[in-house]
């Protein structure tokens, strides 16, 4: 055995070698295109620490964040058929799908149910993600939304949901519309039953889910500077050939022409909703306590 040329130069190209940095540690706004320590975006639930621009958040990450001591349930979703209408174009429905769920790992679809306590209440939370096929809803969503509506029933408690959508899915074709129903019934029978159901849109909002459960809220929450609308800008501007206003279809802009009721930041999230649910299931209480602060 040689000694130098076995131990002795390994050890020293370790110490003269050059270590290349992990491809995931920064990250570039692309609001303000600052460089973002990736750990410190994370930890700032993915919102740009420069300008607060807020990105697009996977559910799995969205949830800690939102109940007591980031302890929830997950509900799998019922069971659909994968490809109902065996849809074909450049490459079959199915392997799309298992492609997106070979990528998406956690999430077998666009949608993500879960319950548990916030402020020491049971509440239900369905959430869209967006990375899953951009976030398109099909019978695999409305059957999820159906079974977050009846859990909420089942349980009392209140439902609030999280849109991110590009609409529906077009390889489930008149499958996929028929959600719009399905879902608007599901909503009704949450009302009903004299529950709270409000919806948080976040960026984007579109297609057949804006035309739906997505606006169909007792109160609509939104993100900062969310895409909201049923078809995008700039269909809507070759369309009408004319020029739209700035802002148009942004959270803000809504929010100014009455289609919102609120913009909250993501990190005031959880205490916005904690408080509108108070409202609509304590409403003695809350009457009380303003009236004594307005005495006070």
């Known amino acids: 055995m040689n000694w130098l040329t076995n131990f002795v130069r390994p050890k020293l190209?370790?110490?003269?070698?050059?270590?290349?940095?992990?491809?995931?540690?920064?990250?570039?706004?692309p609001k303000c295109e600052q460089?973002?320590?990736?750990?410190?975006?994370?930890?700032?639930?993915?919102v740009c620490t420069h300008c607060g621009h807020h990105m697009?958040?996977?559910?799995?990450?969205?949830?800690?964040?939102?109940?007591?001591?980031?302890?929830?349930e997950l509900h799998p979703l019922p069971r659909v058929p994968s490809d109902p209408l065996k849809f074909r174009d450049t490459k079959r429905y199915d392997a799309r799908l298992k492609e997106a769920q070979a990528k998406n790992e956690g999430t077998g679809e666009a949608l993500v149910v879960a319950s548990g306590l916030m402020a020491g209440r049971t509440m239900v939370v369905a959430l869209m993600d967006f990375d899953f096929m951009g976030g398109?809803?099909?019978t695999a969503v409305g059957e999820g939304l159906v079974m977050a509506?009846?859990?909420?029933?089942?349980?009392?408690?209140?439902?609030?949901?999280?849109?991110?959508?590009?609409?529906?899915?077009?390889?489930?074709?008149?499958?996929s519309l028929m959600q719009l129903t399905r879902t608007t019934i599901a909503v009704r029978?949450?009302?009903?039953?004299?529950?709270?159901?409000?919806?948080?849109?976040?960026?984007?909002?579109?297609?057949?889910?804006?035309?739906?459960?997505?606006?169909?809220?007792?109160?609509?929450?939104?993100?900062?500077d969310a895409i909201i609308g049923f078809a995008g800008p700039r269909v809507i501007q070759d369309t009408i050939r004319q020029e739209l206003p700035p802002g148009f279809q942004r959270s803000e802009y809504l929010l100014e022409h009455g289609m919102v009721d609120a913009?909250?930041?993501?990190?005031?999230?959880?205490?916005?909703?904690?408080?509108?649910?108070?409202?609509f299931m304590d409403p003695l209480i809350s009457e009380s306590r303003s009236v004594a602060v307005a005495a006070g």
């Not at 460089?35 to 993915?46: C, H, K, S, T, V």
């Not at 949450?190 to 459960?213: C, M, N, Q, R, W």
Request: glycine share 6%; hydrophobic share 45%.
């Open 149 to 175: 509506a009846d859990l909420a029933v089942a349980r009392k408690a209140p439902l609030i949901v999280f849109s991110s959508s590009g609409g529906a899915r077009m390889q489930e074709g008149i499958l």
């Open 189 to 224: 029978r949450v009302k009903e039953a004299g529950l709270p159901y409000i919806v948080v849109l976040t960026d984007p909002t579109t297609g057949g889910v804006s035309a739906s459960f997505a606006m169909l809220g007792d109160v609509h929450v939104a993100e900062p």
């Open 35 to 46: 460089m973002l320590f990736m750990r410190d975006w994370e930890a700032n639930q993915e």
């Open 136 to 138: 398109s809803m099909g």
């Open 13 to 29: 190209r370790a110490l003269v070698s050059r270590k290349s940095a992990p491809e995931n540690l920064w990250l570039k706004c």
């Open 263 to 279: 913009v909250v930041h993501r990190h005031k999230l959880r205490e916005t909703l904690i408080r509108l649910v108070s409202l």
């Open 56 to 72: 697009r958040i996977r559910p799995l990450k969205r949830l800690p964040h939102l109940f007591d001591e980031g302890r929830y």
